[in-house]
C-alpha cells in the first residue's frame, strides 16, 4: 500500500541494542534537563532488567539474542556510573543507582571488570574531581556488590593514602565529604570496618574533635590580614562533614573489631617501635579511643534537640541507631524525656521507607529489646564460655535485664509512640514493618499497658502486618503473632473487636495458629509463642461469638489436640481450658459425643487430665466434662470407660472448693441422664461408692452452690429410681 503523499513513513522499530546506545549517546551527550535524565535512566533501567531475566542461565536453552551489555564498552559504563556524582541532583543519583544495580546484574562478571578498572584507574589518576567520582561509585556500590566494592576498598595502600589526602593543607570539601561517605557505606562490612579503624580512626577523631573557633583563632594569629578567608582556606571542618565523621566513629565504636584486628591495628600505629619493644609493652599497643560511644551520643542527642537544624537529623538518627547498641547509651537515652518526645515527632514526620524512618525505628528497637530466653543447654554453655575466658562467672550487662528494660519500654510508650507506630505501619516496607512489629512486641511483654495497645490500634497492627509481611519474613510473622496472643490475653476481645467489619474477632485465629506448632527454623524449642497462643484462643472461645468458636475448632483442633498431651504442665494446661470453652458450642460437643473411637479416645484423654497433678489442670478438665456430660453419649462413654467413673467421682474428693463444686456438677449430670444411660450411669455410682463419696463431700464443702449441687445427686441417687431423677 502506497503512502500518500505528506504522510510521515511509520519508524522502523528500534533493536534493544540500537535503543540502548541512543539513550547511552544522549546520557554521554549531557546538557538535558534532569527529567529527562531521570528518563533516559529508568529506560535503561528497565532494558537492563529485561535483559538479566532473558539471558538468564536455564538448563538446556539459550537466549536467541545476544546480551544488550555487549554494546556497552568502558566509555558507556563511565557514563553511566559518573551520574553517581554527589555534584547530581540527589533525584538523578537515586536513579543512577538503580541504573547500576540492573547494569551489574545483567553483565555479570564484566560488569565487575568494568567497575573495579574504572573505581581504580580514578583512584590512580588523583585529581580531585576522580577522587569525588571514585568514592561516590564505592559508596553507591557498596550495598549493590558488597563483596566486590570491598575488594576494592581493601586494595593494597587506598587507604593508607586516605589519612595524607585529607590531611592536605588545600583540600577540598566535596572530597572531604565523598570520602566519608565512602567510609560510612563502608563499615557495613566487618573486614572494611576493621581496616577504616585501623587506617582512619586517628583522621576521624581529629576531624570530630577539631574546635571550628580555635581553628579560626590559630589562623587569624598566623594571617591576620586573611579576614575574609573561607573555612577551606582555613583548613576548618565543616559541621556537616564532622557529623558524618562522628557517625561513622559510631560505627566503628559500637561493633568493636575482632581480637586478631586489634592486634593488626595496634601493630599498624606503633610505627617505628620494634617488635621487642610491642612484645614487652603489650598493654601499650592499642592507643585508647578519644571520643568514646558516650560522648557520640552526646553529640547526636544535641544535634536532634536543636530546632534549627533539620539537615543534622538524618546525621543524628543514624548516629544513635548504632550508638544505642551499647547498654548505657540505651539507658540514657530512654531516661531523656525531650530526646523520645523529639525521636517520636521525628519519626511522625519522616517519609515511609526513608533512611530516617529507618533509622528512628531502629533506635526504638534497641531502647526496648530484651534479652533473648536461654535455654538450661545454652546457659550451661554460655557459662563454660566464660570459664574459659578466665571470667569465672557469666557476666551480663545489668542495663540488660528484664527490670531495666521493662522501665524503658514503658518511658517509650508514655512518649505516645503506638499511634505513629501504626501511621507507619501502613506504608512500611518489609524490613520497617518487622522492626514496628518488634517494638510492638517488646512493649506487650509489660501486662500493664496491654490494654493500652489495644485502644490505641496495635492489635489492628499486628493483624496487617501478620498479613502483610511476605512468607520469608517468617520470624517477624511469629514475633507479630506472639504479640497479638500477649495482647489478646490480656484484654476483653469483644471490646477490642467491636463489632468490627475490616478485623473481626475471628481474623485473629490463623496468626495465632501460626505459632501453636514449634518453630521450624529454631534450634531449641521455645514453648511460650505455643502457651501464649492457646491462652490468646481461650480468651477468644470464651465469648459469645459463636462464629469464633467454630472458626477455632474447624481450623485450630488437631494442633489443640495435640497439646492436651504436652509434656509441659502450663501447655497442657492452657490446652485444656481452651478446650473448656470450644466444648459450649456444638461443634465442640459433637467431637466426644458423637460415639466414634475418636470421641472415645478424645473422652479418655480429657478423663485422664481430670485426674493430672496440676491443680488448674483437673479443673478446667472438670469444667470440659461438666459440659459434655449434658449429652446422654458422653455418659454412656464415661460409664464404659474403665475407671471412668471413679475418676469422675475422684473430683468430688477434691481439697477445692471449685474442684469438688465441678466434680458434683458432672456427677449430676451423670444420675439425671434420661434414658439407659441415666440408669447405667446411676447403678455405676452407687457400686463404685458414690453416696459415701458424695456425703463426705458435701461435709467438706462450704459453699452453697457446691452443696447444693452435691446433695441433688445425692437425693436422686438414694431414691434409687432407675428413671430420671432431675430436680
Known amino acids: 500500500?502506497?503512502?500518500?503523499?505528506?504522510?510521515?513513513?511509520?519508524?522502523?522499530?528500534?533493536?534493544?541494542?540500537?535503543?540502548?546506545?541512543?539513550?547511552?549517546?544522549?546520557?554521554?551527550?549531557?546538557?538535558?534537563?534532569?527529567?529527562?535524565?531521570?528518563?533516559?535512566?529508568?529506560?535503561?533501567?528497565?532494558?537492563?532488567?529485561?535483559?538479566?531475566?532473558?539471558?538468564?542461565?536455564?538448563?538446556?536453552?539459550?537466549?536467541?539474542?545476544?546480551?544488550?551489555?555487549s554494546v556497552m564498552d568502558a566509555d558507556c559504563v563511565d557514563t553511566m556510573l559518573s551520574y553517581l556524582d554527589m555534584r547530581q541532583p540527589e533525584a538523578v543519583r537515586g536513579h543512577a543507582v538503580l541504573t547500576t544495580a540492573a547494569y551489574l546484574k545483567a553483565a555479570g562478571d564484566d560488569g565487575a571488570n568494568n567497575l573495579s578498572s574504572f573505581f581504580l584507574d580514578r583512584v590512580r589518576r588523583g585529581t580531585y574531581d576522580d577522587y569525588i567520582l571514585a568514592f561516590c561509585v564505592a559508596a553507591s556500590t557498596f550495598p549493590i556488590v558488597p563483596d566486590l566494592t570491598a575488594t576494592l576498598f581493601l586494595s593494597e595502600g587506598f587507604l593508607a593514602a586516605l589519612g595524607p589526602l585529607m590531611r592536605r593543607k588545600w583540600k577540598s570539601r566535596k572530597v572531604e565529604t565523598a570520602c566519608l561517605e565512602m567510609l560510612?557505606?563502608?563499615?557495613?562490612?566487618?573486614?572494611?570496618?576493621?581496616?577504616?579503624?585501623?587506617?582512619?580512626?586517628?583522621?576521624?577523631?581529629?576531624?570530630?574533635?577539631?574546635?571550628?573557633?580555635?581553628?579560626?583563632?590559630?589562623?587569624?594569629?598566623?594571617?591576620?590580614?586573611?579576614?575574609?578567608?573561607?573555612?577551606?582556606?582555613?583548613r576548618r571542618h565543616s559541621e556537616a562533614v564532622q557529623n558524618m565523621a562522628a557517625v561513622i566513629l559510631a560505627k566503628l565504636r559500637a561493633m568493636p573489631p575482632s581480637a586478631a584486628s586489634l592486634d593488626d591495628q595496634a601493630s599498624g600505629r606503633q610505627g617505628g617501635q620494634s617488635q621487642s619493644q610491642s612484645?614487652?609493652?603489650?598493654?601499650?599497643?592499642?592507643?585508647?579511643?578519644?571520643?568514646?560511644?558516650?560522648?557520640?551520643?552526646?553529640?547526636?542527642?544535641?544535634?536532634?534537640?536543636?530546632?534549627?537544624?533539620?539537615?543534622?537529623?538524618?546525621?543524628?538518627?543514624?548516629?544513635?541507631?548504632?550508638?544505642?547498641?551499647?547498654?548505657?547509651?540505651?539507658?540514657?537515652?530512654?531516661?531523656?524525656?525531650?530526646?523520645?518526645?523529639?525521636?517520636?515527632?521525628?519519626?511522625?514526620?519522616?517519609?515511609?521507607?526513608?533512611?530516617?524512618?529507618?533509622?528512628?525505628?531502629?533506635?526504638?528497637?534497641?531502647?526496648?529489646r530484651y534479652q533473648p530466653t536461654l535455654s538450661e543447654e545454652q546457659k550451661k554453655m554460655?557459662?563454660?564460655?566464660?570459664?574459659?575466658?578466665?571470667a569465672g562467672k557469666i557476666r551480663q550487662d545489668p542495663l540488660l535485664d528484664d527490670e531495666h528494660v521493662g522501665e524503658r519500654c514503658r518511658l517509650v510508650f508514655d512518649a505516645g509512640v503506638t499511634p505513629v507506630l501504626l501511621s507507619h505501619s501502613k506504608f512500611a516496607s518489609p524490613a520497617s514493618l518487622g522492626l514496628i512489629v518488634s517494638i510492638i512486641f517488646s512493649l506487650s511483654v509489660t501486662t500493664s499497658v496491654r490494654g493500652k495497645l489495644a485502644q490505641q490500634g496495635?492489635?489492628?497492627?499486628?493483624?496487617?502486618?501478620?498479613?502483610?509481611?511476605?512468607?520469608?519474613?517468617?520470624?517477624?510473622?511469629?514475633?507479630?503473632?506472639?504479640?497479638?496472643?500477649?495482647?489478646?490475653?490480656?484484654?476483653?476481645?469483644?471490646?477490642?473487636?467491636?463489632?468490627?467489619?475490616?478485623?473481626?474477632?475471628?481474623?485473629?485465629?490463623?496468626?495465632?495458629l501460626s505459632i501453636l506448632p514449634p518453630d521450624p527454623a529454631a534450634d531449641t524449642r521455645d514453648l511460650l509463642p505455643t502457651f501464649e497462643s492457646l491462652m490468646a484462643l481461650t480468651n477468644l472461645a470464651s465469648t459469645d461469638d459463636a462464629d469464633t468458636r467454630r472458626a477455632i475448632i474447624r481450623t485450630a483442633w488437631p494442633h489443640v489436640e495435640e497439646?492436651?498431651?504436652?509434656?509441659?504442665?502450663?501447655?497442657?494446661?492452657?490446652?485444656?481450658?481452651?478446650?473448656?470453652?470450644?466444648?459450649?458450642a456444638p461443634e465442640g460437643m459433637a467431637l466426644y459425643a458423637d460415639g466414634s473411637a475418636g470421641a472415645k479416645n478424645r473422652l479418655h484423654v480429657l478423663l485422664a487430665l481430670a485426674d493430672a497433678e496440676d491443680e488448674g489442670t483437673r479443673s478446667a478438665a472438670g469444667g470440659a466434662l461438666a459440659a459434655l456430660t449434658g449429652h446422654p453419649g458422653v455418659v454412656r462413654a464415661i460409664v464404659e470407660r474403665d475407671r471412668g467413673v471413679e475418676m469422675v467421682l475422684g473430683m468430688c474428693g477434691e481439697e477445692g472448693e471449685d474442684l469438688r463444686h465441678r466434680g458434683g456438677f458432672v456427677v449430676y449430670n451423670m444420675v439425671v441422664a434420661e434414658g439407659e444411660a441415666g440408669a447405667m450411669a446411676r447403678k455405676k455410682i452407687r457400686e463404685r461408692y458414690g453416696v459415701e463419696v458424695l456425703k463426705k463431700a458435701a461435709k467438706m464443702s462450704r459453699r452453697g452452690e457446691v452443696v447444693e449441687v452435691i446433695l441433688e445427686a445425692l437425693k436422686v441417687l438414694l431414691e434409687g429410681g432407675e428413671g430420671s431423677g432431675g430436680s
Not at 576531624?207 to 573555612?231: I, L, W
Not at 554460655?382 to 578466665?390: E, S, V
Request: with cysteine.
Open 458 to 512: 496495635a492489635v489492628k497492627l499486628l493483624l496487617s502486618a501478620w498479613h502483610a509481611l511476605p512468607e520469608s519474613e517468617s520470624a517477624s510473622r511469629r514475633t507479630a503473632a506472639q504479640a497479638l496472643a500477649r495482647i489478646l490475653i490480656s484484654t476483653n476481645p469483644s471490646l477490642v473487636f467491636g463489632g468490627s467489619r475490616s478485623h473481626p474477632q475471628s481474623s485473629a485465629i490463623r496468626p495465632l
Open 279 to 368: 612484645q614487652s609493652q603489650p598493654q601499650e599497643r592499642i592507643t585508647p579511643a578519644v571520643t568514646t560511644i558516650e560522648d557520640l551520643s552526646s553529640r547526636f542527642t544535641r544535634m536532634l534537640l536543636r530546632e534549627d537544624d533539620n539537615h543534622g537529623t538524618p546525621h543524628s538518627i543514624e548516629g544513635l541507631a548504632y550508638a544505642s547498641l551499647q547498654p548505657k547509651v540505651r539507658e540514657d537515652l530512654a531516661h531523656h524525656q525531650d530526646f523520645l518526645n523529639k525521636l517520636v515527632y521525628t519519626l511522625s514526620n519522616a517519609q515511609p521507607k526513608s533512611p530516617l524512618t529507618y533509622g528512628a525505628l531502629s533506635i526504638l528497637v534497641n531502647l526496648t
Open 1 to 69: 500500500m502506497a503512502t500518500a503523499v505528506g504522510a510521515t513513513p511509520p519508524k522502523a522499530e528500534l533493536s534493544k541494542e540500537d535503543e540502548t546506545l541512543l539513550i547511552l549517546a544522549r546520557l554521554m551527550e549531557g546538557g538535558q534537563e534532569d527529567d529527562e535524565t531521570i528518563r533516559d535512566l529508568g529506560q535503561l533501567t528497565k532494558l537492563l532488567n529485561e535483559d538479566s531475566q532473558i539471558h538468564q542461565p536455564s538448563k538446556g536453552t539459550a537466549a536467541s539474542a545476544p546480551s544488550i551489555c
Open 563 to 584: 497439646q492436651l498431651v504436652a509434656s509441659n504442665a502450663l501447655v497442657a494446661k492452657a490446652a485444656v481450658e481452651l478446650v473448656c470453652n470450644l466444648v459450649q
Open 382 to 390: 554460655y557459662q563454660l564460655k566464660a570459664y574459659a575466658n578466665a
Open 184 to 234: 560510612n557505606a563502608a563499615c557495613i562490612n566487618s573486614a572494611c570496618r576493621e581496616a577504616v579503624l585501623k587506617y582512619c580512626a586517628d583522621w576521624l577523631e581529629e576531624v570530630v574533635d577539631q574546635d571550628p573557633d580555635q581553628v579560626a583563632r590559630e589562623f587569624m594569629a598566623q594571617d591576620p590580614d586573611s579576614s575574609g578567608a573561607s573555612s577551606v582556606t582555613m
